[in-house]
Structure formats: structure tokens, C-alpha cells
């Protein structure tokens, strides 16, 4: 299969390049090393050397896939290389991956949206005039649901939904119309607007799409990935802006930082290791929707859209730290939990019930082993101990949702107990 992926240079992108072209796909894909600028701009860099843009290039022809330096912002350039490469499937991970960078300031709220928005605007607007047979996998996000005091369906209510307000007389059938989003950054807004217009664009051009609604994805390996091989490690991030709950957790853990619960530190989110979320998106290129799919609307144009949630489990923050905390132990470190002031506007404890069908039914296999993918990331990150220690000033977050840039402070002790 000719498979593009857009923001094949990140830390899913890469995966997944790697990933797919050792199973004999064809991968070409896009990238303008954005998401290196946007790290390094807060403070970070990748924790696992990475190899450069160029050496990527060059490892990915080999196989006989492509690499373009091109910006999703350019509708003219990205439409030339869809006329090259005539995808049979688009895996659109291009986006600013990141609610903390999106609060920094108006500046980055501004690029957040313009990326977001434009760039997915471009690729759909390439598939209908290029490759409209295409199935496009565009990455979402579990954070544009919220979290709802209810059962989230995979995005849209399902069969026997109903609105009933008695006192206005209402009693309507909403089965198949999108479930409420409530995103919580000017980065999941995005999410949530993307997953309108390629609705739309599935409504009215008869495209087909699966809009992965992606848990909070951690590790450092992708499945089968052999360490001691460089050229196929893919960026891991654990600054504040770009690092995930786990990564910073563990990242913290071995340089003897606070790992940081936010408030009372029981959210509650969805969680999923790297080699999970590379064995859904494989599932997903391999299965595209069908009329009755889990979560699929499908429109008189012929199009299709569908949603499935992708996560292992859900998991709340308080426990997670603790498991890394375990794991920790048997690398002989003792890694310290601290409740901090929240720099977020959210829920600190809260319902969570999501429910994800889709994928287990096409055959997702969850890797239920957390421990074991926890040790393979203090495995890989010991030896890297002073790339953590270069930033070190940037774990603990500094942003805030209210536009201050200033280290938040830790609370009393037992405050989230």
C-alpha cells in the first residue's frame, strides 16, 4: 500500500514510517522539522538522539519511500506531491501536537490554529482533487471529549440515543449525530474543528475517513524496534510542553525530580504505549470503514466517516506515578510524587467512561504489560541521564492557562492523597 504520512519526521510519524516500510508498505510522507523548532523553542530536545532530518531522508529511500521538507501551509506543493505519489491511504499527523504550547501566549495560540486548521484544510482539499479513493486516518485526540458525566461513544451517539426534555415536551432520536466535544486548549479546539470539516468533507465529496480518537501515547519503542539500532529511535520529549504525563514521569524519576501530579492529581485519561498505538494505526490502514462499522456515518455521496477511540486503558494520574514510582525502585532509584498547583483549567477528579469497540473488534491486541514497557523506557533513558539533566528547569511546567509564565509551586504533602 502507498501510504503518506504527513509529519513523518515526529514521534508517532517516524514510528510509523518505520513500522509500516518493515512490513512492505510504501511510505512517503512530509515534514518541515516544526515540531523540533517548537521543542527546542520551550526549552527541550529530544531525550533519545535522533538522527537528522537528511539522514532520514536518506534511510527512507532506501527502502524506496520518500521524505519532502515541505509545509502543509503550501496547497500548491503538498497537491504536487500528491499527484508523485498517488496515496492509497493518508495518516495526517502534521499538527502542533501540544495544549501547553497552544496557552503560551497569543503568538503561539495563533500558530496553533493556523497550522492545525490550514494544514488539514490542504490535505483534504488534495484528496478530493488528487486521490479521492483515498482512506484518510486522521489523528485525534480523547481530549476533545472531555470528560462528560456520561458514557463517551466513539464519536457519535449511538443507535437508541435519544433527547428527552420533558418540560419542553422534547423527545427526539439524535442516534448518529456527533457527541458533544468540550476541549480544554486552543490545541484541542483544533482537534475538534478538524473532526468537523473532515465530516463535512466526507458529507458532501464522498470521501472516506477514520478520525482516531488517540489516548495519551507513551514509550520509546515501536514493535519491533531493535534499540541498539539509532538510526531507527524516534524522538522522545519529556519538557513540560511536549512530554506526556508518563514520559515526564519517568524522565523525572531518573534524574531525581518531583514527578508532578497537577492539583489533586486524579484525572483520569486514556493511556496507551507506542508499539499499541502503531498496531491501531496498521489496523486502521488495513480496515477501511465499512457502512456498519462501529461509529461510522455513511452518507448518500458515498462517503464515509468514522470514529474510533484509540486507548489501552484508562488509568488516573495518582496511580500511574505510582507504577513508574515501582518500576523506579528496581532500577534503584527512589523517585519522588508531588502534588503541584494545578496550571490548568480542568477537573481534578472526575467520571471518565470511555468506551472504545472498534478497534478490538478489527482485532487490536492491548498490551496489558505497563510494568514491562515502563522498564523498557528506563532502559533506554539511564544511558541519556544528562540529555534529562540539560533540562532539568524544564519539567516542571511554568505555563499557565491563564497566560502567566511562571513555575508553579508544589503543595502541602498529602494534598492529592
Request: net charge negative.
Amino acid at each position: 500500500m502507498r501510504v503518506f504520512i504527513a509529519g513523518i519526521d515526529g514521534y508517532l510519524g517516524w514510528s510509523l514510517a518505520c513500522y509500516l516500510t518493515e512490513r512492505g508498505h510504501e511510505v512517503f510522507g512530509v515534514d518541515n522539522g516544526n515540531r523540533r523548532r517548537w521543542v527546542s523553542e520551550v526549552g527541550g530536545q529530544s531525550l533519545l538522539p535522533i538522527d537528522s532530518m537528511d539522514a532520514r531522508r536518506i534511510l527512507l529511500s532506501k527502502s524506496g519511500g520518500r521524505m519532502y521538507d515541505m509545509n502543509l501551509l503550501c496547497y500548491e506543493g503538498l497537491r504536487e506531491v500528491f499527484e508523485h505519489v498517488r496515496p492509497e491511504a493518508i495518516v495526517h499527523l502534521g499538527e502542533m501536537p501540544s495544549a501547553p504550547f497552544s496557552m503560551i501566549s497569543a503568538e503561539t495560540a495563533q500558530e496553533t490554529q493556523v497550522n492545525n486548521f490550514i494544514g488539514s484544510l490542504n490535505i483534504l482539499w488534495a484528496i478530493k482533487e488528487v486521490s479521492p479513493e483515498a482512506h484518510l486516518i486522521k489523528i485525534g485526540t480523547m481530549g476533545s471529549y472531555g470528560t462528560p458525566p456520561c458514557p463517551i461513544p466513539e464519536g457519535v451517539y449511538p443507535p437508541g440515543s435519544r433527547w428527552i426534555n420533558e418540560t419542553e415536551g422534547i423527545d427526539a432520536d439524535i442516534s448518529g449525530l456527533l457527541f458533544h466535544r468540550s476541549p480544554g486548549s486552543f490545541y484541542h479546539s483544533t482537534k475538534v474543528g478538524d473532526s468537523i470539516n473532515v465530516d463535512f468533507a466526507c458529507r458532501v465529496w464522498g470521501l472516506k475517513s477514520t478520525d482516531v480518537m488517540q489516548g495519551v501515547v507513551y514509550g520509546t519503542r515501536s514493535p519491533g524496534r531493535d534499540p541498539s539500532r539509532g538510526e531507527w529511535n524516534t524522538r522522545f520529549d519529556a519538557d513540560e510542553a511536549f512530554g506526556t504525563a508518563i514520559n515526564r514521569f519517568v524522565a523525572a524519576s531518573i534524574i531525581g525530580e518531583d514527578m508532578t501530579l497537577y492539583g489533586k492529581g486524579h484525572q483520569r485519561r486514556g493511556f496507551l504505549p507506542l508499539c499499541d498505538s502503531m498496531q491501531c494505526l496498521r489496523i486502521a490502514l488495513e480496515n477501511p470503514p465499512e457502512k456498519d462499522d462501529a461509529g461510522t456515518i455513511a452518507y448518500a455521496s458515498g462517503g464515509m466517516y468514522r470514529t474510533w477511540n484509540q486507548f489501552e486503558e484508562v488509568y488516573d494520574l495518582t496511580e500511574l506515578a505510582k507504577r513508574v514510582q515501582k518500576v523506579a525502585k528496581t532500577f534503584g532509584l527512589e523517585a519522588s510524587i508531588r502534588n503541584y498547583v494545578n496550571p490548568r483549567v480542568e477537573a481534578e477528579e472526575h467520571a471518565y467512561d470511555p468506551i472504545h469497540e472498534g478497534l478490538l473488534e478489527h482485532g487490536y491486541v492491548p498490551t496489558t504489560d505497563m510494568e514491562a514497557v515502563l522498564s523498557e523506557m528506563f532502559e533506554d533513558l539511564l544511558s541519556h541521564a544528562s540529555r534529562i539533566q540539560e533540562m532539568r528547569d524544564h519539567i516542571i511546567p511554568r505555563i499557565r492557562w491563564d497566560g502567566r509564565w511562571e513555575r508553579v509551586l508544589a503543595l502541602g504533602v498529602g494534598y492529592g492523597s
